[in-house]
């Protein structure tokens, strides 16, 4: 099991950007590919971005692809979502999720560990 917790959160003005940080705790964190999912007041969870366990294969939802970058620091047991561009229709909140297994699953029933999640508000 691996235990997450984000941080970063915030409140923004449309247009600013925002880090998010996770950090894992347990063992090979490597062998886990790690995802960022967010939830609107009212709607459904759904996901955002997701990275390989090697940081090599990355995958983005269509409303963030080209302003949101997903990175990983295997050696801090780290993963980062980078937003630019912030809209009003980013606010949620953000969850850090891992699966067991390095492949860069999009679908959220393939992860299995939960953080707290954090809190982005962009006001116009």
């Known amino acids: 099991q691996v235990q997450l917790v984000e941080s970063g959160g915030g409140s923004v003005q449309v247009g600013d950007s925002m880090k998010l940080s996770c950090i894992a705790s347990?063992?090979?964190?490597?062998?886990?590919?790690m995802g960022w999912f967010r939830q609107a007041p009212g709607k459904e969870r759904e996901f955002v971005a997701v990275?390989?366990?090697?940081?090599?294969?990355?995958e983005y939802a269509g409303s963030v692809k080209g302003r949101f970058t997903v990175s990983r620091d295997n050696a801090k047991s780290a993963v980062y979502l980078q937003m630019y561009s912030l809209k009003p229709e980013d606010t949620g909140r953000y969850y850090c999720?891992?699966?067991?297994?390095?492949?860069?699953?999009?679908?959220?029933?393939?992860?299995?560990?939960w953080g707290q999640g954090t809190q982005v508000t962009v006001s116009s």
């Open positions: 999720a891992a699966r067991t297994g390095a492949y860069a699953y999009t679908e959220q029933s393939r992860f299995t560990d």
């Open positions: 347990g063992r090979s964190f490597t062998t886990h590919a």
């Open positions: 990275i390989s366990g090697s940081g090599t294969t990355t």
